[in-house]
């Protein structure tokens, strides 16, 4: 299996529009973040997790041919705003599966009418089909086992997902043990870890460290992250040895 994180960066990305603030100066590639997304490969099997605003760049850069499935994790528009972007696979591949919690699927029907549209539809626009996450169910993509997880960013529902000894957690603020558990001891975690500071609906670094000693997975790599954290070089400094801050365009293999 093999891992692209295509952007790390939370809703505003890295650098904020006319932010001055030093990590939005930075000249370190790993500072430089665009909106939160996953890329995977299993076989010959590819899986993109959230299409937020980037996406069309987040493709280019990657240089991702084709997609099996999109998965979404909540319909917050630093996931979902790229819908439209998948035209160029549309026109390889016709109609695109996307899979989300049902709420998620009405939230991006009325959004994006024109894609969910069967009649009288533009020529232009992508198409898709429409599969529902339902909560303690697993799923297929092709071969593909996927388990979602269920957590809570703040007081909305949101799904992780679990492709074997691999998870990959967005915008989590807590969840329950029963769910935790199905995740325990995994050999790679990829959580959000926001900044140091306290945040209403998302993990800071203390509450993602204290989530990551609950789980106790083999490796873990921090996402979702504000330029407020601090720049990469030293919060990388502050983690234990086997918890590391992933970067847009990381690549990693399980």
Known sequence: MKVYFLGTGTSQGIPVIGSQHSVCMSTDTRDQRLRVSIWIQIDDTSIVVDCGPDFRQQMLTSKCQHIDALLFTHEHADHTAGLDDIRPFYFKQGNIKIYAHD??????????????????????????????????????????????????????????????????????KSMD??????????????????????????????????????VQPQKTYLTHISHLFGFHAEIQKQLPPNVFVAYDNLEITI
């Open 103 to 172: 709420r998620v699927l009405k939230n991006l029907e009325k959004r994006f009418d024109y894609i969910f549209q069967t009649d009288d539809k533009y020529p232009g626009a992508p198409s898709v089909t429409p599969h529902q996450v339902i909560e303690n169910t697993s799923f297929y993509v092709r071969n593909c086992k996927i388990e979602p997880i269920n957590a809570w960013h703040g007081n909305l529902q949101v799904f992780g997902y679990k492709f074997h000894d691999f998870v990959y957690l967005t915008d989590v």
């Open 177 to 214: 043990e029963a769910e935790r558990n199905k995740i325990l001891n995994c050999k790679v975690l990829v959580i959000n870890c926001l900044r140091e500071e306290s945040h209403t609906t998302h993990f800071n670094l203390e509450e993602a460290l204290h989530f990551i000693s609950l």
